[in-house]
């Protein structure tokens, strides 16, 4: 995985509420074990018509608005366990996902794929939501060392909460097994003093 320690970027907003990973993911694409070209498919039944051709008037087909940061309603990521949901939103691009909600095994899922989910308040969200639609050049700045969120606009940060090992791994680049690998020489030494 990349190593992630400090993000600035411009937004795509979604203030929609209550995204489903059906949504995130439609269940036709499900069929795939690889993570290669899952971000094709990212929103495909809000991004594309039935032929295939972009829907003008979805967020991720208007040019007005890019970022690696997807700014969600509320309870974003809720219903199914699929692990695609996360492989998606990274294949498009996106780092971090900000809401002021998400569900628990849709917010591990990112974190195991290296997108950060962040977690803000209502109000702060709702704020985001303002400056981008008065200006889509809007950016936010995370920075996962500290643990906080910044609005480039207006100057407010807020802090939020993240797994100290999930932190970890996002700050060093390792999934699960890259952590373990890490720790060979410890684990041995464990294991030494044993016998």
């Not at 995130?24 to 971000?39: M, V, Y």
């Amino acid at each position: 995985m990349e190593k992630f320690i400090t993000l600035t970027s411009t937004v795509v907003p979604l203030p929609i509420e209550n995204v489903d990973t059906d949504q995130i993911i439609p269940a036709r694409f499900l069929k795939a074990t690889d993570k290669s070209g899952f971000g094709d498919s990212l929103f495909a039944d809000w991004r594309y018509n039935k032929d295939g051709s972009p829907k003008a008037d979805f967020i991720l087909n208007d040019p007005t608005f890019s970022g690696s940061i997807l700014v969600a309603g509320k309870n974003f990521g809720s219903g199914s366990s699929r692990e695609h949901a996360a492989w998606a939103i990274d294949g498009y691009g996106f780092k971090v996902v900000v809401s002021s909600f998400f569900a628990d095994i849709f917010q591990n899922n990112a974190l195991n794929n290296g997108v950060l989910p962040v977690v803000v308040s209502a109000e702060f969200l709702a704020e985001i939501f303002a400056s981008v639609n008065a200006d889509p050049k809007t950016s936010l700045t995370i920075n996962l060392l500290d643990q906080s969120i910044t609005s480039n606009v207006t100057g407010k940060t807020e802090t939020f909460e993240i797994n100290a090992y999930k932190k970890e791994c996002l700050v060093n680049g390792l999934d699960d097994i890259d952590y373990l690998l890490s720790k060979r020489t410890q684990i041995e030494a464990y294991e030494a003093a044993r016998n």
